[in-house]
């Protein structure tokens, strides 16, 4: 039986993502932030400091929920976000991929300049 993953548990996506998948009796876990909802289920994961305990578990697939998405955000503080949405999800995916899981990010309008058209 498959066992999914969805990263950024605590965002609203994820929530919305968990929500469903738990009505329809879809095994998962979702991951958190938050050392006090840390249990077999909620998987802690934080992009910033690139601290996750996941190498243990076999995943099917991961969804990528988590993330800076605040247009300003990203703009002032580039560095910093670029920890979240740059060098922690690639260094996770990597991780993930060790175990052939497979991957799904969410895109958004923000990918492309719009200087070319689709």
């Known amino acids: 039986m498959s066992l ?4 950024g548990g605590d965002s609203n996506i994820g929530k919305a ?4 998948w738990k009505e329809n009796d879809i095994r998962h876990h979702s991951s958190t932030r938050c050392l006090e909802h840390v249990s077999s289920e909620r998987p802690f994961i934080e992009l910033v400091s690139q ?3 996941i ?5 099917d697939t991961a969804v990528f929920c988590a993330g800076a998405t605040k247009l300003s955000e990203c703009e002032e503080y580039p560095k910093e976000t670029r920890k979240i949405n740059v ?6 995916a990597d991780a993930l991929s060790k175990n052939d899981t497979y991957q799904l990010f969410l895109s958004t309008n923000q990918v492309f300049d719009g200087t070319q058209p689709f």
Do not use: E, P, Q, R
């Open 4 to 7: 999914n993953l969805i990263i």
């Open 17 to 20: 993502l968990s929500s469903y």
């Open 51 to 53: 601290s996750w305990a």
């Open 55 to 59: 190498s243990k578990v076999k995943y």
């Open 87 to 92: 060098d922690g999800t690639i260094a996770l």
